[in-house]
Nanobody, 122 residues
Framework: QVQLVESGGGLVQAGGSLRLSCAAS????????MGWFRQAPGNEREFVAA????????SYADSVKGRFTISRDNAKNTVYLQMNSLKPEDTAVYYC???????????????WGQGTQVTVSS
């Protein structure tokens, strides 16, 4: 069992930056694949980024590649999403997720945070 709590969302201007954090508890953190997903108004929830337990492999959606960076600090049981050069189309609720498979699909992720709102103004 894993509990996840996101933080760091907010309102920023286009071109600005935010760093989201997701704190995990309830299971050995270093064994988990961690992912970030987002859901914008009118859209399905979509993959943003994922990272292996070791931190050695990372995957990004094409829409955020080069702008977002996923990282983790296993000593703090925390995964981060550094978001730079933010665009209005990045506006969404961002969700942290945990699972055992390093994939982009939603279903394999067994645990989810409550979500944090990111709003980017033009």
């Amino acid at each position: 069992q894993v509990q996840l709590v996101e933080s760091g969302g907010g309102l920023v201007q286009a071109g600005g930056s935010l760093r989201l954090s997701c704190a995990a508890s309830g299971r050995t953190f270093s064994s988990l694949v961690m992912g970030w997903f987002r859901q914008a108004p009118g859209n399905e929830r979509e993959f943003v980024a994922a990272i292996r337990g070791s931190g050695g492999s990372r995957s990004y959606a094409d829409s955020v590649k080069g702008r977002f960076t996923i990282s983790r600090d296993n000593a703090k049981n925390t995964v981060y999403l550094q978001m730079n050069s933010l665009k209005p189309e990045d506006t969404a609720v961002y969700y942290c997720a945990a699972g055992d498979l390093f994939v982009r699909a939603i279903r394999p992720y067994d645990y989810w945070g409550q979500g944090t709102q990111v709003t980017v103004s033009s």
